[in-house]
């Protein structure tokens, strides 16, 4: 299975953009999910878990402005996220939380005036 992050852009500060997460193949439904993110010189970090039930779980920095969810029949994951900054400038991934599946080249999200 490969995971295929998308939707990443140039937004100004406050702005939104909407990251896809496509699998090429099936990921079984009980695999809690994340969304993370590397910013140059830093090492990745997780931003955003979703369980197989649907309970959420968001880094500090990110709460209350992203918002993760899950289509299982689709194979897919979002990430919802608003009232950008320009720390969250990174290259965004997605993967399983525990047994991840070999990284995807990401989706880049750049936040400036």
């Known amino acids: 299975v490969q995971l295929q992050a998308s939707g990443g852009g140039l937004v100004q500060p406050g702005g939104s953009l909407r990251l896809s997460c496509a699998a090429s193949?099936?990921?079984?439904?009980?695999?809690?999910m994340g969304w993370f993110r590397q910013a140059t010189g830093n090492q990745r970090e997780l931003v955003a878990q979703?369980?197989?039930?649907?309970?959420?779980y968001y880094k500090d920095s990110v709460k209350g402005r992203f918002t993760i969810s899950r289509d299982n029949a689709k194979n897919m994951l979002y990430l919802q996220m608003n009232s950008m900054k320009v720390g969250d400038t990174a290259v965004y991934y997605c993967?399983?939380?525990?047994?991840?599946?070999?990284w995807g080249q990401g989706t880049l999200v750049t936040v400036s005036s």
């Open positions: 993967n399983k939380i525990s047994g991840q599946l070999p």
């Open positions: 193949g099936r990921i079984p439904s009980g695999s809690d």
């Open positions: 979703i369980t197989s039930g649907g309970s959420t």
